[in-house]
């Protein structure tokens, strides 16, 4: 039929009548705006996972071979930025070889997942506007998603029917539970389980369809509805190459909040985001201590940039956290914390053209508290459970961020703290004179800058806004890159 009513869905379901049964070939096909050129440009950052986006990069080649996508390649241009240390002109001379793909790659300092994505997208922006060159989508991922070559496929023909600003995003399940989402679009702020309010008053995400299991074609139905997010990642968003000039860059975040703040300007501005069905991606979550603090101190600004007036929930937040590292005697954690906070109320750290060098640093720093951690077995882990309560005493068996405050009820001897994403653990013992002193010292710090960060938060919230909105713009970024040293690596 030439026509189809609005909302109306095709599918097959096939029944092997015997084991081993395979399917040969599937197709359809579905007509295209024919005005529309449909150039599509993917841009992938990455720093110290070199190897997962020549990984990539060869696996979309090799599903190139043979298939029916070879002729949509011609619409795709690959452009990858590569600040890990140590690569040169032999790292991605196998990409000369993919006659399929087409890609440029350069190489130049680290600024972050969004200082790279910023920079990457100026010197795009601005090789357009020399070339004259005329690109309709832009496709925005992370170094180490796994895609296929029908996702990106997929995502361009759906793009071609446009007419709208609208981001779009797909489910992103997880790399090591394959049939697990881990996230399709998510809200931020809100709605979260600590704060089931639709204002906006938290500091973590409410990851929509998070660790929905998928058994067969049992979730057609539900997956198949139109899903709006108030946020995509930037592991995959697609967006409207013109949209870039109407909102601006990723703000100066060196990582996380960089996708968060992203859509949220889209949105104050009239866009949505949108998941699409029909595609998929895998990616590996993962945390840290680094990570936490640029979660943080990035998700406060975002929050007093995006609707939070009053600092009541932020306080209460910090306070929390702080109850429960001290309540084990834990002073990595509430360093962390104190560092935000500190930061928050120096005004100048955050968010200026300085703003990785500062990053990295604190980087540095916490990574350095992680050395304190290793493998240790659970029976392990119990031994010292039983000797403690055989005496009366206690070991807090915790997770090393976001563990509930403990009840003084028997004295605390040991402390496990442990990192679920790495398996790994750090014992201690709370009791430590010079842990004791230190957690005092940090302690100290953290609430004398949370005193400061509350009393005066109108003024750090005008503050805060208004260097997030001066980040956004080319000038910033281009004052940014004027030092830095670029290098082209393959271009074809």
Known sequence: TDLLPQGTRLFWRAEALSDGAEVLDATWEGRAPAPTEGRMVVLIRTFGRTRAVQALMRQLNEQSRGSGLVSVLSNFFFVIYDASPGVDDETYADLAQFERLRSFVLTGPNLGGGGNMSVELLLLHKALQASGVVVNELLLTDDDVQLSLETLVRNWGATLFRRDNAFHTLPVFTLSEPREIWEDGAFWGRFTAEHPDPNRGSLSPRLLRHRKVFKGADHLDEMARLHHAEYSTFIFLSMPMGRLSEIGFPAAFFLRGDDIEFNLRHAAQGGITVSNPGLAGWHEPGHSYAQEYLSIAHGTIV???????????????????????????????????????????????LMSDEFATHSLALIARFRSFEQAFSFMPDELVQTLVEAAARRNQRTAVVPYLYMEPQAPDQPLVKVVLGQPFTGKRCVYDPRDPERMVALATVAGRLYAALADFAGNFDHWRDHYAERLMASTGPEFWEKVAAPLAFRVLLQR
């Open 303 to 349: 929050n007093m940039a995006y609707g939070q007036t009053t600092p009541n929930d932020l306080c209460s937040f910090f306070l929390t956290r702080a109850q429960a590292h001290l309540s084990v005697g834990d002073v990595a954690g509430l360093t962390v914390y104190a560092e935000v906070l500190g930061d928050l109320i120096a005004g100048d750290r």
